[in-house]
């Protein structure tokens, strides 16, 4: 298989932009004239939302593959799961029974409150690194003791961060690297399907060929050798023909 060239300068952050019309403009005449397809409205319409999904897909897995790595992630389990078992044992001692429960001041850093209602207009925000000295977490500013204290069970919290994070995390992992390039040339497959006269196959001198390389280059910002994507059109041209 052919290998990607060099990500064209400032093509990291193209998922990340505007999915407008607009930006595919100056490339529709380009594609359809190598698909064949008679210039008209509907074809114009149709072809920037196929480019648009394509983008949104590509951008989506794009992201996923910067996320941590699953070794890190089973060692932070790992971790939590060594915490709880020796807070339980802590609290098997009569002075230690309270350990994993704190009670702390609402908006100081740690604790943040908020309706359902009123996180629709204003998200709960906390600092992600923060800056709380040690000193200030162990005596809160005086004011704070005039508003709200929250009781935090640590002990749930720590099985809330495994369940609903690290392992839903950890299991959205390890997906195919092909798969952009999948969701990509699918598009491609599909409005070339509805609007060209010519049937789409992986010969290299197809019309399609050619075509799904240039609305992959165009998605994506990168350039493919001739023949790149010749796995990932026969892979979507098998599945749709067979219906998987």
Same mark, same amino acid.
């Given at each position: 298989?052919?290998k990607r060239v060099q990500?064209?300068?400032? $093509? =990291?952050?193209?998922? +990340?932009?505007?999915? !407008? ?12 004239? !190598? @698909?064949?397809?008679? +210039?008209?409205?509907?074809?114009? $319409? ?6 648009q999904l394509a983008q @949104? ?10 996320? @941590? ?44 409150? =908020? ?12 600092? %992600?690194?923060?800056?709380?000295? #040690? ?6 500013? *005086? ?6 204290? @929250? ?7 720590? *099985? ?6 690290? %392992?839903?995390?950890? %299991?959205?992992?390890?997906?195919? &690297?092909?798969? #952009?390039?999948?969701?990509?040339? $699918? ?5 070339? %399907?509805?609007?060209? $006269?010519?049937?789409? &196959? ?17 998605? !994506?910002? +990168? ?22």
């Amino acid at each position: 298989m052919a290998k990607r060239v060099q990500r064209k300068a400032g $093509s =990291a952050h193209f998922p +990340d932009l505007p999915i !407008t019309p607009d930006r595919f403009e100056p490339h529709l005449d380009e594609l359809l004239e !190598t @698909a064949g397809v008679e +210039d008209s409205v509907g074809a114009r $319409s149709h072809l920037v939302i196929a480019l648009q999904l394509a983008q @949104a897909s590509y951008g989506l897995q794009l992201r996923s593959q910067q996320r @941590a790595p699953r070794e890190l992630l089973k060692q932070l389990e790992g971790s939590i799961e060594k915490t709880l078992a020796l807070l339980g044992r802590l609290k098997t001692y009569p002075d230690s029974r309270d350990v994993a429960f704190v009670l702390y001041p609402v908006g100081h850093g740690v604790v943040e409150v =908020a309706t359902a209602r009123e996180m629709i207009s204003r998200p709960l925000e906390l600092p %992600r690194h923060p800056s709380i000295s #040690d000193e200030e977490l162990r005596w809160p500013p *005086r004011a704070a003791l005039d508003g709200m204290i @929250a009781g935090i069970n640590i002990e749930l919290l720590l *099985r809330l961060i495994m369940i609903r994070e690290v %392992r839903k995390r950890a %299991r959205g992992l390890g997906q195919p &690297t092909k798969q #952009d390039k999948d969701a990509i040339v $699918s598009q491609a497959v599909q409005f070339f %399907r509805l609007h060209s $006269s010519k049937t789409p &196959t992986t010969d290299p001198n197809n019309a399609f060929v050619k075509f799904a390389e240039q609305f992959y280059r165009i998605v !994506t910002g +990168d350039d493919v050798e001739v023949g790149g994507l010749e796995w990932q059109i026969r892979k979507v041209l098998k599945d749709k023909s067979t219906g998987e």
